[in-house]
């Protein structure tokens, strides 16, 4: 059983640069979110999506936006960097109805460093 | 604003004695609460969860308390191996599945 991989590991971008971070899910689930970690702080939850639909969003501006595909592998995409965007992505796959709640893996995240 | 904290950035025991991490919530809509476990260049680990409707579980060496009238929960580990040496975090949950994170607690275990 393949477990949550992302890509790239890490990444150097610039300001005003867009970077999309891609994640496929655990094999078997259907529902996968995002979170951003940044230096010395918890995970924030970006916002996750059900079955190819956005599933709820957490305090993240629209030029993040997101992407599931029908094989429920994601993308993550920032527009405009900013130089407070360097962090840690960390995607997360589960198995769920959309509403209930289902452990969540996650996958070993990109670092992003914005310049 | 921080919904879930984690006051103590850091905790050292010794091998064999027990480990007793804390955690405080504001949000009383909050249903399911998680302690995960990170190591260095991995996503964080699932180690055990309760619903908000009960006030322990426990899962092996490790059992989770929950408080809601302080809005506190605390994972103890006993015995602590240094195995368990990791940051920890926090986690809660509210209804449409989104999960607040702490700020983690890194554990260090001595041998």
């Known amino acids: 059983e393949t477990g949550v991989t992302q890509s790239p590991t890490h990444l150097i971008k610039t300001r005003g640069q867009q970077v999309t971070l891609r994640c496929s899910s655990q094999?078997?689930?259907?529902?996968v979110s995002w979170y951003q970690q940044a230096l010395g702080q918890g995970p924030q939850f970006i916002f996750q999506?059900?079955?190819?639909?956005?599933?709820g969003r957490g305090n993240f501006p629209p030029r993040f936006s997101g992407l599931q595909f029908p094989n429920y592998s994601s993308e993550l995409n920032v527009n405009a960097l900013e130089l407070d965007d360097s962090a840690l992505y960390l995607c997360?796959?589960?198995f769920g109805s959309g509403t209930s709640y289902n452990e969540q893996f996650f996958g070993p995240g990109t670092r992003l460093t914005v310049l | 604003d921080q919904q879930v904290k984690q006051n103590s950035p850091s905790l050292s025991v010794q091998e064999g004695r027990i480990s007793i991490l804390n955690c405080d919530y504001t949000n009383s809509m909050f249903d399911y609460f998680l302690w995960y476990k990170k190591y260095p260049a991995e996503g964080p680990t699932f180690l055990i969860s309760?619903?908000?409707?009960?006030d322990k579980n426990e899962d092996g060496r490790f059992t989770v308390f929950l408080n809601k009238s302080a809005k506190h929960l605390s994972l103890h580990i006993v015995p602590s191996q240094p195995g368990d040496s990791a940051v920890y975090f926090c986690?809660?949950?509210?209804?449409?599945?989104?999960?607040?994170f702490g700020t983690g607690t890194s554990l260090t275990v001595i041998p």
């Open positions: 999506y059900y079955r190819e639909e956005e599933n």
């Open positions: 986690a809660a949950k509210l209804a449409g599945n989104q999960f607040y």
């Open positions: 309760i619903s908000s409707i009960k």
């Open positions: 094999s078997g689930h259907n529902t």
């Open positions: 997360a796959s589960s």
